[in-house]
């Protein structure tokens, strides 16, 4: 950073100062701050990417070698998120991700970095958020989940509920069939392989269902 620069705290820090003095609508101000906000994550966010597929392995346009470079993306980012574009003329693979914020877009140049190489990380992960679930039969039990931010509810639900029958079919779960487990949720959640869920863009916080707190309304001075 440049000496002198201010950081994004700093900036954020400025602007609210300005704010409080220059308008005494406090939802405007908090509206404003909230873009400027979402804005700065969306930059980072956009670097990031750019960041990641440049170093992203492409030695050819080939079937295979595109179909190895589509998994690398949907197993740091999801599935469904990501959108490809061949560009044979230019030799490059254009790259569209979905997010909230609106789409990031780059492009994968043809180059020589082995395919395997291990020490490259991802730089930018879509976020997990909060994505609590209920059974019918007992809405006030809650159990924890987290789901990629760029997934709607119904988006998760469905693929909680692919989750549960793909781990049932599997072999593990054939297994924990025939040792006497139930083909429950609680079941389910308990004994489903956290890599399973990841994959399908979802998270176990707890195994186990949390009732569900009523507040008080609080009282008033």
Request: contains cysteine; charged residues 35%; proline residues 7%.
């Amino acid at each position: 950073m440049a000496k002198n620069q201010l950081t994004e705290k700093e900036v954020v820090e400025l602007l609210e100062a300005v704010l409080s003095k220059t308008t005494q609508d406090s939802h405007l101000a908090q509206k404003i701050l909230d873009g400027i906000r979402k804005e700065m994550d969306r930059k980072k966010q956009s670097a990031a990417f750019q960041e990641f597929c440049r170093r992203c392995p492409l030695p050819d346009l080939k079937d295979e070698t595109l179909k190895e470079v589509t998994n690398r993306f949907e197993e740091t980012f999801g599935r469904d998120l990501i959108d490809f574009a061949v560009n044979e003329q230019d030799g490059t693979l254009n790259v569209e991700l979905n997010v909230p914020n609106g789409p990031l877009v780059s492009s994968i140049e043809l180059n020589d970095i082995p395919m395997k190489e291990e020490d490259i990380e991802p730089e930018v992960k879509v976020k997990f958020i909060p994505f609590p679930v209920a059974l019918p039969g007992d809405p006030e039990l809650v159990w924890m989940m987290g789901k990629r931010e760029t997934m709607s509810p119904d988006e998760a639900a469905r693929a909680l509920h692919e989750a549960q029958v793909e781990f049932w079919e599997s072999k593990s779960g054939q297994l924990q069939l025939r040792k006497g487990a139930e083909r429950t949720f609680p079941e389910f959640i308990s004994r489903v392989p956290a890599k399973l869920l990841t994959e399908s863009g979802l998270k176990r916080h707890y195994k186990d269902p949390e009732a569900l707190k009523v507040l008080r309304k609080a009282p008033v001075n």
